[in-house]
């Protein structure tokens, strides 16, 4: 599972290894995926119920999902570490947080452009090894407590996120 530590994966200019593609970013594009809101709402020790923290949540996958219209990418035309920041959040919400942390205005599947950039993520070399969904829907539900047994969702279902332009696209049409 991608966790924090996968932090440190981008820390070079270049990653080796599967996500070769994930390059660095400006720390304020990786830093507003901390600061909407989306990664400190699951954790800790605080149980996510109060109505602001919840209204945060939501503030950010909205502007997330109208970023994600026109670009592939939270940093328009390349995978990012703001991305690989994302992709724990994403890939939790509808299976935990959505129910677990009384986040239940939407579910993530229900977003034009969150759920298909969630699949493209998923569907990266490298990255559906490293979900093990039991572990999320039992660790976000707490030990010893009933297992959720939905939403089913499908991670492999066509995104159709490759019709936007990638950073390859862009130097190919340079002159």
């Known amino acids: 599972m991608l966790e ?3 932090e440190d994966v ?5 990653v080796d290894g599967p996500l070769v593609n994930v390059v660095v970013v400006g720390e304020a594009v990786a830093e507003r995926v901390d600061d909407r809101g989306l990664v400190p709402a699951g954790s800790g020790d605080a149980v996510l119920c109060e109505h602001d923290a919840v209204a945060d949540v939501f503030d950010a996958l909205d502007h997330w999902d109208d970023v994600l219209a026109d670009q592939r990418y939270l940093a328009d035309d390349r995978l990012t570490l703001a991305d690989v920041r994302m992709f724990p959040t994403l890939i939790r919400f509808d299976e ?3 129910t677990a942390f009384k986040c239940n205005r939407q579910y993530l599947h229900q977003y034009d452009n969150l759920w298909p ?3 493209d993520l998923y569907q990266t070399p490298g990255v559906a090894e490293t979900v093990r969904m039991e572990h999320i829907k039992d660790d976000g539900y707490y030990q010893g407590e009933l297992t959720p047994i939905g939403p089913q969702l499908d991670y492999e279902a066509a995104h159709d996120r490759d019709r936007l332009p990638t950073a390859a696209d862009v130097s190919s ?3």
Do not use: I, T
């Open 173 to 175: 049409q340079s002159p």
């Open 117 to 119: 950039y969630l699949r």
């Open 4 to 6: 924090d530590e996968s």
């Open 96 to 98: 935990c947080y959505h």
């Open 10 to 14: 981008g820390r070079d200019d270049r």
